[in-house]
């Protein structure tokens, strides 16, 4: 049963539907599957594989024109190039169309390119996963962007920074003689949604990385990987010229540094010809960084976009930055730092901003840099890893976090200009393109630390695919695909899934509400939290908490943070009338007593809002024992003492939360709620 944690969405369980699995058996028995490349190779094993799991066949290989299934690239297929029409598939994407030719009937599966070919059939295989009619089968697929990663923040100590699934996957000791089976596994998973990249350090990064012996180590990632069309990146640290060069500066305007990065990226090139580049974390949390020079984040990312440009490779540069010793809001930081650099950064050279402007909270709106700049490609960064919602310890499907950022309208070029259209490179054509999830993979035997957190992967990998793909959808593919077609499990399941993330906001930081976790560790509650050294790490700084009131007014009165928006976007979050309650204290300081939406004041709504949170946890926990009939014994009863530890982490973030701000409101919680008690 472990099998079913290490498998994901890729555990090829028997079709339990005999209809459909007719149709599988019929198509399936007679394949003509073109050989070729190792991409091409890897699509037919995974096609030999999913028959195997799903309907214990193994799959007869015809020629061309016997085949009921016909997989191969265009050029591969004959006559029934034609019948497909596929229109421009050379970024990667696919047709599967069933074509009926005279009496014959036929499956085809194609595309441009031997990756798409494998997306293909990882798509085909899908369709039978989730227990799909295959009769009629009419689906295009291209990917919207181009740049899918995976950015593990792994240290080559193989601790992994905010990693809650065990330790980095990475064995260095080992590699590069040793390829562990896991690292195809972890390959195929990435394929099968369309994850084309993987920076396999930290961006906190350690030198150590770019020296000879790992670079060896690199490549040995990168050869297991080429086959699932997964490119090898790395994060790099600003100074390494310096600390591993033994030059004299780092300075990017440097004539010997910029020598020093030129053939690093050569001998790099030398081992992993297609590799796909540098991410970069500059002079922000003590990193260094251009700015250490006296130069700017375009001359750096520049520098290292030249050493690359000759090879094809790019630079992700990050917009996390932000630094004590500026007086003003954090959370105005980036945008100031980086909107005057607007277009003077290199074609190989992509921004990349999280989704929210302070850090990965359970809500934050979405980054000002998008719609800010537009002479310059942005990526999304947002983290797969749960570090402010709740670890690997509870149930969090993020993507309804991340489709709240993409979906979000920034006005740049009026209305409609989503987060999303600026991600697919609607406003800045033949620019680059890309999204990036902060991995949550580790040792595992599940892979991500609770059954659940692997959706978090999934999606990512079909949202930054498809930024315009549906939240609900891609769970209840998840679902059906890691667990069970079983209408009386995916309904229950999706459901409390799509509101999970809603009651994590509830239960830790409702109405805007942010930063407030413990210091350092970032899990439980820690409202209370000042004088620590620095105030941008504090809660106080934060929920600004006095008698009067509560909030971060970032309006024209206090930060003026909101002027970072287009005007729409400024008079939606920064006049109250039109604030969301679920935005309202990230906006505005209000006192206690504030009249909400609800009639009820504002802290009875604060109050309300964490009882909520708390109770919903408490019906998830209720709906997963019913759930017992359709899951194996091993994952029932992981997610069930998970949900447990859930609960129990829920209350303790209610209680604290409630008691810390009634220190400041005086005000009564209702006594229909039950008292909450100190630890
Ligand atoms: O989310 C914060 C984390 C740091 C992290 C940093 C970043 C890798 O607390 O651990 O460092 O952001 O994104 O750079």
């Known amino acids: 049963y472990a099998q079913s944690d290490y498998d994901l969405w890729l555990n090829y369980r028997p079709v339990q539907n005999t ?93 441009e390119t031997d990756l798409g070919v494998l997306y293909g059939v990882f798509a085909f295989l899908k369709q039978m996963q989730t227990g799909k009619n295959i009769d009629q089968l009419n689906i295009t697929e291209r990917p919207k962007t181009m740049v899918r990663v995976l950015n593990h923040w792994d240290n080559p100590n193989r601790t992994v920074e905010r990693g ?49 012996a ?112 500026v007086p003003d809001d954090r959370a105005k930081q980036a945008y100031n730092e980086f909107k005057p650099l607007d277009g003077k950064f290199n074609d190989n050279v992509i921004v990349q901003v999280k989704n929210g402007a302070i850090d ?12 800010a700049l537009s002479q310059t490609p942005l990526m999304l960064e947002v983290q797969l890893t749960q570090e402010y919602l709740g670890f690997s310890t509870h ?13 979000a309208d920034t006005y740049a070029k009026g209305e409609g200009t989503t987060v999303a259209n600026i991600l697919e490179g609607k406003y800045l054509p033949k620019k680059l393109t890309a999204m990036a999830g902060v991995a949550n993979i580790g040792t595992d035997v599940n892979w991500c630390g609770h059954p659940f957190a692997q959706s978090n992967w999934y999606s990512f990998g079909r949202i930054a695919w498809n930024p315009q793909a549906d939240a609900a959808q891609i769970a209840d593919d998840w679902l059906r695909m890691t667990f069970t077609n079983d209408e009386r499990f995916i309904k229950p399941m999706k459901d409390q899934m799509m509101r999970s993330r809603e009651n994590a906001v509830n239960y830790m930081t409702p109405l805007g509400l942010h930063h407030i976790m ?113 899951v194996d014994p091993v994952r029932f009863n992981e997610v069930e003492q998970l949900m447990a530890v859930q609960y129990e982490e829920a209350v303790r973030w209610r209680n604290s939360c409630v008691l810390y701000f009634q220190t400041f409101s005086k005000m009564p919680i209702d006594p229909k709620y039950p008292k909450p008690e100190h630890d």
Not at 276 to 305: C, I, W
Not at 362 to 370: A, D, N, S, Y
């Open 214 to 325: 790992y670079i060896e180590k690199a490549k040995a990632l990168a050869d297991a990987f080429r086959p699932y069309g997964i490119k090898v990146y790395l994060s790099v640290k600003f100074s390494s010229p310096v600390e591993l060069g033994g030059l004299k500066t780092a300075d990017p305007l440097d004539d010997t540094v910029k020598k020093w990065w030129k053939d690093k990226a050569a001998e790099i090139y030398k081992s992993i010809p297609d590799f796909g580049g540098f991410l970069v974390k500059a002079n922000s949390e003590g990193q260094p960084g251009p700015q250490t020079y006296g130069r700017n984040h375009a001359d750096g990312a520049n520098m290292l976009g030249e050493a690359l440009a000759p090879h094809k490779g790019i630079v992700m540069w990050r917009a996390f930055v932000y630094d004590n010793n």
């Open 19 to 111: 209809e459909v699995a007719i149709q599988y058996r019929t198509v399936l028995s007679k394949v003509f599957f073109a050989s070729g490349s190792p991409q091409l190779k890897a699509a037919h094993q995974e096609l030999w594989m999913g028959s195997k799991g799903l309907l214990n066949i193994v799959p007869a290989q015809v020629a061309l024109a016997q085949g009921n299934l016909v997989i191969g690239k265009l050029n591969q297929i004959g006559e029934l190039r034609k019948l497909v029409q596929p229109g421009d598939l050379s970024d990667d994407g696919f047709v599967i169309n069933t074509i009926v030719q005279g009496t014959r009937k036929v499956v085809v599966v194609s595309a």
């Open 518 to 630: 413990g210091a350092n560790g970032h899990y439980g509650p820690g409202p209370w939290t000042d004088n620590i050294g620095r105030a941008d790490w504090t809660a106080v700084y934060y929920h600004k908490a006095d008698s009067l009131g509560v909030g971060f007014d970032r309006t024209a009165t206090g930060s003026n943070a909101v002027a970072q928006y287009y005007p729409e976007v400024r008079d939606y979050f920064g006049k109250l009338e039109n604030c969301p309650d679920e935005y309202l204290l990230w906006f505005h300081h209000l006192p206690w007593n504030y009249k909400m939406r609800s009639g009820k004041t504002l802290w009875n709504e604060m109050v309300a809002r964490y009882y909520t949170g708390v109770d919903a946890v408490k019906d998830m926990q209720q709906v997963w024992k019913g759930m017992q009939p359709y």
């Open 395 to 407: 149930l969090v499907y993020e993507a309804p976090l991340f489709k709240e950022c993409l979906d």
């Open 164 to 212: 809650y699934a065990g330790f980095s996957i990475w064995n260095w000791h080992k590699l590069p003689g040793y390829i562990d089976q896991k690292y195809i596994d972890y390959a195929r998973a990435n394929a099968s949604v369309g994850i084309n990249g993987t920076v396999l350090n930290n961006v906190n990064a350690n030198i150590i990385m770019l020296t000879p």
């Open 360 to 371: 990965f909270q359970p809500r934050e709106p979405f980054h000002p840099l998008f719609g």
